[in-house]
T-cell receptor
Framework: DAGVIQSPRHEVTEMGQEVTLRCKPI?????LFWYRQTMMRGLELLIY????????DSGMPEDRFSAKMPNASFSTLKIQPSEPRDSAVYFC??????????FGPGTRLTVL | AQSVTQLDSHVSVSEGTPVLLRCNYS??????LFWYVQHPNKGLQLLLK??????LVKGINGFEAEFKKSETSFHLTKPSAHMSDAAEYFC???????????FGKGTKLSVIP
């Protein structure tokens, strides 16, 4: 298996622009998680899905952030409009039921 | 509520010497505990996990950790450090029945040749 795939690996954008991050979980996994990693706050859970349904989005910082999972093999995290304080590494992870989470390589987002 | 405290933000060891990365946790319920490693510009990789079976857990690359309930600790050890062990290590707790992970702030391990 190729593991969790994220794209793009790096994204540089200007303040106010829309940013879309993409994730393909491991085939067969029924949970998908989005995390954000910053120096100040460490790793934070933003939202997670079970069988494509959002279960807990309490970690999503603002209404500017939204996430979707239209099918079992694809999820997006969108920021609109983006701000410099959104600069971080965003990780996607997937798991099979209550088991260990497998992380993707991350997307490094820089908002100028 | 649950929390994780990694007692050292940075640990430096010489190659071939033992590694000790300290972690204390707080959890209201029987937790599962994990150690993840993150190499520069890479994702997180699971090193080992404790899920209420044996208290001494062996992981990949020669790492192991011991769950001590009385001390609420889950320290990570390795008998002999290798240059390739240089990375950041995260102690993670998950409450029983929950899917949410709570991460420590991380410990950066440097290995001196």
């Amino acid at each position: 298996d190729a593991g969790v795939i994220q794209s793009p690996r790096h994204e540089v954008t200007e303040m106010g622009q829309e940013v879309t991050l993409r994730c393909k979980p491991i085939s067969g996994h029924d949970y998908l998680f989005w995390y954000r990693q910053t120096m100040m706050r460490g790793l934070e859970l933003l939202i997670y899905f079970n069988n494509n349904v959002p279960i807990d989005d309490s970690g999503m910082p603002e209404d500017r952030f939204s996430a979707k999972m239209p099918n079992a093999s694809f999820s997006t995290l969108k920021i609109q409009p983006s701000e410099p304080r959104d600069s971080a590494v965003y990780f996607c992870a997937s798991s099979l039921e209550v088991s260990e989470q497998f992380f993707g390589p991350g997307t490094r987002l820089t908002v100028l | 509520a649950q929390s994780v405290t990694q007692l050292d933000s940075h640990v430096s060891v010489s190659e071939g010497t033992p590694v000790l990365l300290r972690c204390n946790y707080s959890s209201s319920y029987s937790p599962s505990l994990f150690w993840y490693v993150q190499h520069p510009n890479k994702g997180l990789q699971l090193l080992l996990k404790y899920t209420s079976a044996a208290t001494l857990v062996k992981g990949i690359n020669g790492f192991e950790a011991e769950f001590k309930k009385s001390e609420t600790s889950f320290h990570l050890t390795k008998p002999s450090a290798h240059m390739s062990d240089a990375a950041e290590y995260f102690c993670v707790v998950r409450r029983a029945g929950s899917y949410q992970l709570t991460f420590g702030k991380g410990t950066k391990l440097s290995v001196i040749p």
